[in-house]
């Protein structure tokens, strides 16, 4: 089934110049394809929003303080099973094996290069959080 996934590149994948390696890998063989992309700041209420699931972690805060600290790069992608595909390249957050593109360029814990939505309630709902206008873009209306 074709579907899209939001994707970010975290702070860390541009302090490590690792993005080229990251988009190669996730565009490779044309199995995704690029539908939007966008340079954004996450703001700390978007930030608070996103990562709720974990607000009662010791390691909040510095989850927050991370994710803002510097842009963050957002893209739409689209490909068959797009969802679980993406999530497979990308690998696991603790302990990713080799291969995967965490487990090859990233580190343990929340700076681990990026994020990738893990259904597609989550893919709408961060599209509406992050990037609204795309949504908005794909509207046709007769």
């Known amino acids: 089934m074709i579907e899209e996934t939001l994707v970010f590149l975290k702070p860390d994948a541009l302090a490590k110049q690792v993005i080229p390696k990251i988009t190669e890998r996730l565009y490779g063989e044309g199995q995704l394809i690029l539908k939007y992309s966008k340079l954004i700041r996450i703001t700390e209420e978007q930030a608070r929003e996103h990562y709720k699931h974990v607000s009662h972690m010791e390691f909040f805060e510095d989850m927050i303080k991370f994710i803002t600290s510097d842009i963050v790069v957002v893209m739409v992608l689209e490909g068959e099973d ?33 994020h990738a939505s893990g259904s597609k309630e989550e893919y709408e709902d961060e599209c509406r959080r992050l990037v609204p206008e795309y949504l908005h873009s794909r509207v046709v209306t007769i």
């Open 82 to 114: 797009a969802i679980n595909r993406t999530r497979t390249l990308l690998g696991s957050t603790r302990n990713a094996p080799k291969g995967t593109i965490r487990g090859d360029y990233g580190s343990d814990g929340f700076c681990n290069l990026m």
